[in-house]
């Protein structure tokens, strides 16, 4: 998340904040790994199954800043894992992940990115699980 310039403990995000291609290319080597890893037998913690999940948002989110064309598809991968995260946050009782999730599906509702109404059911659906 710190490679993406991303802080869960931030109050605000920083969205100034520089990030490179080397940095999502770390980003993107480390949730290879963990998934890697959770193939291969290591169990994930909750807590860590909800960073996985923002760090992949994050990762989304970061992604759509550099590729104008896949920008929307980026954002919705984004609002897709956050919900996730959110999601899951519930489940285990982590009130900061939820907080930290909230803020990021309240920056993607900002970016008027529309959806239909299949995702929207979907998406309900996840939050209902």
Same mark, same amino acid.
């Given at each position: 998340m710190l490679s993406l310039g991303c802080n869960p403990l931030a109050q605000v995000d920083d969205d100034n904040q520089e990030v490179t291609n080397s940095d999502i290319g770390i980003a993107i080597s480390s949730i290879l790994e963990v998934e890697k890893r959770s193939l291969s037998g290591d169990s994930l913690t909750e807590i860590n199954? +909800?960073?996985? +999940?923002?760090v992949k948002s994050d990762l989304k989110y970061r992604q759509s800043q550099f590729d104008d064309n896949r920008r929307e598809k980026y954002i919705k991968e984004a609002r897709d894992w956050a919900t996730k995260a959110r999601y899951l946050a519930d489940k285990y009782q982590f009130k900061g992940i939820v907080k930290y999730a909230q803020r990021r599906l309240d920056r993607f509702a900002k970016t008027h990115i529309s959806s239909s109404s299949v995702e929207d059911d979907l998406i309900a659906d996840l939050n209902n699980y």
């Open positions: 199954q +909800c960073y996985l +999940c923002l």
